[in-house]
């Protein structure tokens, strides 16, 4: 069953925040690789026994460093991944909801264009008893009058009608279906 236009719309909300949430993480363990330092204390006490105890937490410092530099590395990979997955999930989402906003709104342009076109049948049929109506003269005493009287004259050869297409909808304009002898 496909899905509301409100589901996806909450749905997008959602994968949105998450995003949103994972920029920061992304940001934040940057900001711990940017951050990263080593601190040495150098001893006060300068025995030979303080100075070999500093110069083997200098020597495990800087054995360590590579090792925590690439968790932290791998850190920022895992956060660039969700970053990219959610990026890519957020861009579908979009995508149904625009298909789905499309398939509403060609429903109610077909619908509204149904409306024209019946409105432009019965403007055509309305034209054609106007016509009737003049014709309703009586030509026997026509030889009276200087010229037989026009009473409707039909300027307009076409009038307003909507064409469906494939994926759109036309406005364009229907021939007014008269005889050309019987306008005015």
Partial sequence: ?????????????????????????????????????????????????????????????????PVNLQHIDQDIKVAVMKVKNLQASLRAKQSQMYETQAQIIW???????????????????????????NNEFDASLSHLLPAPPVFVKIAARTFPYIYGHHNYIEIGEKQLNIDADEIG
């Fill in 107 to 133: 429903e109610k342009l077909i619908k509204q264009s149904a409306k024209i076109n019946k409105l432009s049948d019965t403007l055509e049929t309305e034209i054609k008893v106007l016509r009737e109506i």
């Fill in 1 to 65: 069953m496909a899905k509301s236009l409100g589901e996806l719309k909450q749905e997008w909300d959602s994968l949105n925040q998450r995003l949103n949430e994972a920029i920061a993480e992304y940001h934040a363990v940057r900001r711990i690789r940017s951050d990263f330092q080593v601190k040495l204390i150098f001893p006060e006490d300068k025995s030979a026994a303080a100075m070999t105890e500093f110069h083997h937490q200098e020597q495990q410092a800087i054995a360590d460093l």
